[in-house]
C-alpha cells in the first residue's frame, strides 16, 4: 500500500483532502448572514464563531488563533470572510492573503449595517470565490502532508479493545512517514499519564503532561464533581466502563507508541512532525475544533455505542467494532471492525484496511458525516467575558 | 444466553495482571464461560447476567482491592468480589479526583 494520497497543494505548500470555499463568521453579530450565504452557495462550509466583543486575555487568544487556524487549514481552497468592523476582519483578511488563499472580506460597517445588503454582497462574492477554487485540480503527495487528529465519543469497552488501538496503528504509520499526529481529551490521560510521560521526548514534555492531568483532575475537584457518571458518562457506563482510569487507558491506545513530542494548547497547531498531545476538554464538539483549528486536515473518530458527530472543516472517519453497534449504525461507521473484537481477524489486517480507507477519504471519498451534513465548529471558552 | 455459542471463548483478559475479563457477547448468569487469557483458555462460572463489553471478576477481590485492566490500576473494589461477579460501579470505585 502506497503512502501517497490526492491533495490540493495550497500556495503556501500545504495540502487539503477538500476544497471547501469556507463562508467564516469572525462575530456572532453576522453568524445568520453568514448562514443565509451559505444556504445559497450549495457545498459551501459555514462555520459561524458565536463571540467577539468582551472577550478577554487567554480566551481572547484562544478565540483567535482557533479563527486563524480555521480559515488558514489547507481544506480551506478560498475563505469568504464576514464581520462587523473593518479593523478586525482586515488582521484576518492580511493573515489567509499571506497564505495565499484567496479571500474576500465584506463587514457590515461597509454595508451601512444592514444585513440584506451584506447577504447579497456576500453571495456575489461567494460565487466568485466558489467558481476560482473549482479550477483546481488534486495530485499526488506524500502522507507526510497529512496532519490526523484522533478522537473517541461515547466509548464502551470495544473502544479500548479494538477500535482506539486500532486508531494508535494508523497514527505510528503516519507519524512514521513524517506526518503529524494527535490526541486530545486530557481529562482522558488521568489514570494513564505515567505511560503518556514515559514516552515524553524530553523532561519538559512529560512534566506537561502532568501538568496538563493535574490541571482537569484540580478543576473535577474543585467543581465538586464525581467523575463517574460525568466522565465516564451515562453511555459510557452503560456500555461498560465503569472508571475514569478504565476509559483513560483505552482512550490513549489511540496514541500508539511513538515518542510526544510536545503538548499543544486547544487549537494550536504542533510546530513540528511527529506525535503530540493536546491539552483540551473532551467534549467531541469542542476537541474536534481544537484539532482543526491546529491544521489537522483529517480526522479519525471511535465509538462504542455509536456518535454522529463530525467536525466541518475536516473530514472525520468513523470507526467502530462494537458488534451490535456495527450492525445498527450503517449510515454512521465508515469503517467497522467487529470480527477483530470477536476475535477472527488481526488487529494488523483491520489497520490495513483502514488504512485504506482513510486515503480514499484524503483523496475525495466522502465520509458519512459529510454526506449526511452532521458537521460543525465548536469553540471552547477559558473565561467570562467583560 | 451467549451470543458467542460457536467462538472458542466468551471473554477476554487483557493482561495476566488482571482480575477482570472483559465479556464478548451478552453472557448469563448460571453460564459456564470460556475466558481466554493469552494462550489460556479457562472456564468460569458467572454469578450474574454480564452484558456486551462489562466485565465480571475472574479472580476474588478483597474490600479496597485494586482491581486491574490492560495490567493497570482502574480502582479499588468498595466492596468483597467472588468469581463470576458482575464488576461495575456498585462495586468499583476509581480511585482519581476524589475529594478527602
Known amino acids: 500500500m502506497s503512502n501517497e494520497f490526492r491533495g490540493y497543494v495550497r500556495p503556501s505548500g500545504r495540502v487539503g483532502v477538500r476544497n471547501h470555499l469556507l463562508i467564516l463568521s469572525v462575530t456572532g453579530l453576522t453568524g445568520p448572514t453568514a448562514r443565509r450565504i451559505s444556504a445559497c452557495l450549495p457545498g459551501s462550509v459555514v462555520i459561524d464563531f458565536p463571540y467577539d466583543g468582551g472577550l478577554l486575555g487567554e480566551d481572547r487568544a484562544a478565540q483567535d488563533r482557533a479563527l486563524a487556524g480555521l480559515g488558514s487549514n489547507p481544506n480551506a481552497g478560498a475563505v469568504l470572510l464576514i464581520g462587523a468592523n473593518t479593523v478586525r476582519v482586515g488582521k484576518f483578511t492580511e493573515l489567509f492573503s499571506v497564505a495565499g488563499t484567496p479571500v474576500t472580506a465584506i463587514t457590515l460597517d461597509e454595508c451601512g449595517h444592514d444585513a440584506v445588503t451584506l447577504t447579497e454582497r456576500g453571495i456575489r462574492a461567494g460565487a466568485l470565490l466558489s467558481k476560482v477554487i473549482s479550477g483546481l485540480r488534486r495530485e499526488p503527495v506524500s502522507l507526510l502532508n497529512l496532519t490526523l487528529g484522533l478522537e473517541c465519543g461515547r466509548s464502551d469497552p470495544s473502544s479500548g479493545l479494538v477500535s482506539n488501538p486500532l486508531l494508535g496503528l494508523i497514527a505510528d504509520r503516519v507519524v512514521d512517514s513524517g506526518g503529524v499526529a494527535m490526541i486530545g481529551e486530557s481529562v482522558e490521560w488521568m489514570g494513564a499519564e505515567h505511560l503518556l510521560a514515559a514516552r515524553a521526548a524530553t523532561p519538559d514534555v512529560a512534566q506537561k503532561i502532568q501538568a496538563a492531568v493535574d490541571g482537569r483532575e484540580g478543576l473535577a475537584v474543585a467543581g465538586g464533581i464525581d467523575l463517574t457518571g460525568n466522565n465516564p458518562g451515562p453511555s459510557n457506563i452503560a456500555g461498560g466502563l465503569s472508571t475514569i482510569e478504565e476509559k483513560s487507558l483505552g482512550n490513549i491506545a489511540k496514541s500508539g507508541s511513538r515518542p510526544i513530542q510536545s503538548v499543544v494548547a486547544w487549537a494550536e497547531a504542533p510546530a513540528g512532525p511527529g506525535f503530540h498531545l493536546m491539552d483540551a476538554c473532551s467534549y467531541a464538539p469542542e476537541s474536534l475544533t481544537g484539532f482543526s483549528g491546529a491544521g489537522a486536515q483529517l480526522l479519525l473518530f471511535t465509538t462504542g455505542v455509536g456518535n454522529s458527530y463530525v467536525n466541518a472543516s475536516a473530514p472525520t472517519i468513523k470507526v467502530g467494532a462494537n458488534p451490535e453497534t456495527s450492525e445498527r449504525l450503517n449510515e454512521q461507521l465508515d469503517y467497522a471492525c467487529p470480527a477483530v473484537f470477536s476475535g477472527d481477524m488481526a488487529l494488523e489486517q483491520a489497520a490495513e484496511e483502514l488504512f485504506v480507507v482513510l486515503v480514499d477519504v484524503a483523496s475525495g471519498t466522502r465520509t458519512w458525516g459529510e454526506i449526511l451534513g452532521e458537521g460543525g465548529e465548536s469553540f471552547s471558552r477559558m473565561g467570562a467575558s467583560i | ?100
Open chain 2, 1 to 100: 444466553m451467549s451470543t458467542r455459542d460457536n467462538r472458542k471463548w466468551d471473554a477476554v483478559v487483557l493482561n495476566p495482571l488482571d482480575q477482570v475479563a472483559t465479556a464478548l457477547g451478552n453472557l448469563s448468569a448460571g453460564q459456564s464461560v470460556r475466558v481466554r487469557s493469552g494462550e489460556v483458555v479457562e472456564v468460569i462460572v458467572l454469578a450474574e447476567d454480564i452484558p456486551l463489553c462489562h466485565k465480571f471478576a475472574v479472580r476474588v477481590v478483597a474490600q479496597g482491592g485494586v482491581i486491574h485492566k490492560y495490567g493497570e490500576a482502574i480502582g479499588e473494589a468498595s466492596i468483597d468480589i467472588a468469581i463470576g461477579c458482575h464488576v461495575h460501579v456498585h462495586n468499583l470505585k476509581s480511585l482519581r479526583a476524589q475529594r478527602n
